[in-house]
């Protein structure tokens, strides 16, 4: 996905929040409790002149109460589960699953919250005024319109405010007004998008904690199979698209994206593991005679999420065969105690069993630097393949996650695929 440090939830969050007020923390337990209602809620950030609306639920669990970000795509839905739920006078913070960001809220009358979104991995704060109200409710409003159908395979570009453009590839599915999909890019998708269709418009929008998407389209009435409209994201991010109805659309090889320098077959690299006083190197005795992927990614990257929430049951299910896996972090602090501390909350939160090391900071240049044999890296994921002798033999750009419906099938096929094929030479 496109590039898109930990810090102390409870005193920095209220301190931001605008209209709660800081006070003792005697009152902690019994406020997150009386706050965070059992049930489904509603939730809205108000950002850009634009509302981008999210569904979550309250269960409680050991006591307590437990937040689920819940997003509805092509494979179903997904249940972020959010535990580290803390209170401070009047006001509570949710922090965001794996990432470095929280919901930080307090009560607005009976059944409804206001509060900010806070990012804590940004240079500033980077916050997001939001309300919340409790109830079963439609992510958006009731259409009003017959909708017409916005489904099928779409060929699309995208166009930042400079004028720079990258392909895409939307998959939509609709049943009545209500629209699910996603989009493909060639470094991974927008994963579960859900909304509605409402007459010649349509809205969807996510919502994973640390990143919030938008995306508006309207149906052309002139050329039916044409949809422009605008992608917000987050805080400030904006970018137009135009989609065409093409069922055979696709994107470039994933597998031609990122590839070594002429004359170069190895990577030499020698990093600090999470584990404080080692280090990783592919050289090590532990990996040498056996296949082994190297996983780039970073604790704040949603695609990355996906990726290890299929590749770490899948290592355990499979180390035994003479596979390894290495993760190399990049993570948005360069302290190491920082990043570290994220790339082990990550471990954590999905039981990975393979080693992870602190590679560099989460930039392109960072990525060149530090692995100087690659000519080109586009993004994060990038999933690179070494067979029993070191030699690099595939590099696979992206990942198509859950929320992707078939394309997700397609790519755990292919990584075993790719694997099979390693473990037989």
Not at 29 to 58: K, N
Not at 77 to 103: K, Q
Not at 272 to 295: E, F, M
Not at 414 to 422: I, S
């Amino acid at each position: 996905m496109k590039l898109v440090r930990y810090a102390l939830a409870g005193a920095l969050g209220s301190a931001l929040l605008a209209g709660c007020n800081s006070g003792t923390t005697e009152k902690a337990s019994a406020s997150a409790a009386t706050l965070l209602t059992s049930g489904p809620w509603r939730g809205e950030l108000a950002t850009q002149g634009q509302t981008i609306p999210f569904l979550f639920e309250v269960k409680t669990e050991a006591s307590k109460p437990v937040v689920y970000l819940i997003n509805k795509g092509l494979n179903g839905e997904e249940r972020l589960r959010c535990e580290e739920i803390s209170a401070a006078g009047d006001s509570v913070t949710i922090r965001m699953h794996v990432f470095d960001a929280a919901l930080v809220v307090c009560a607005d009358g009976q059944g409804k919250l206001k509060g900010t979104w806070v990012k804590y991995d940004s240079k500033t704060p980077y916050r997001v005024p939001l309300v919340a109200t409790a109830g079963a409710q439609l992510l958006f409003q009731n259409t009003t319109a017959k909708p017409v159908s916005f489904a099928g395979t779409w060929q699309t570009e995208f166009k930042d405010e400079t004028g720079s453009a990258y392909p895409a590839v939307g998959i939509f599915k609709q049943t009545g007004s209500e629209v699910t999909g996603t989009f493909l890019t060639t470094t991974g998708d927008y994963r579960y998008l859900a909304g509605q269709a409402d007459g010649s418009k349509m809205r969807l929008s996510t919502f994973d904690g640390s990143h919030a998407f938008l995306f508006d389209g309207v149906y052309n009435e002139k050329n039916h199979n044409v949809i422009t409209g605008d992608y917000y994201s987050g805080k400030s991010g904006h970018e137009t698209w135009t989609a065409t109805l093409d069922p055979k659309a696709k994107l470039p090889d994933a597998d031609t994206l990122t590839y070594l320098r002429k004359g170069e077959s190895r990577l030499n690299f020698k990093f600090p593991s999470i584990v404080q006083g080692a280090s990783i190197s592919p050289t090590d005795a532990k990996y040498k005679g056996k296949v082994v992927v190297l996983q780039i990614l970073g604790s704040w990257c949603p695609n990355c999420m996906d990726e290890t929430g299929f590749l770490a049951p899948w290592y355990a299910q499979n180390k035994q065969r003479g596979i390894e896996i290495i993760g190399l972090g990049y993570e948005r602090s360069s302290d190491y105690n920082v990043a570290a501390s994220r790339l082990l909350n990550m471990k954590k939160r999905f039981n990975i069993g393979y080693d992870i090391a602190v590679a560099g900071v989460s930039n392109k240049d960072s990525v060149a630097k530090s692995l100087p044999q690659l000519a080109k890296f586009l993004g994060f994921p990038t999933t690179i393949f070494l067979d029993k002798k070191g030699v690099v033999r595939s590099i696979r750009t992206g990942f198509s996650g859950p929320g992707t419906g078939k394309y997700y099938e397609e790519e755990k096929a292919h990584f075993n695929r790719t694997v099979d094929k390693l473990l037989k030479e």
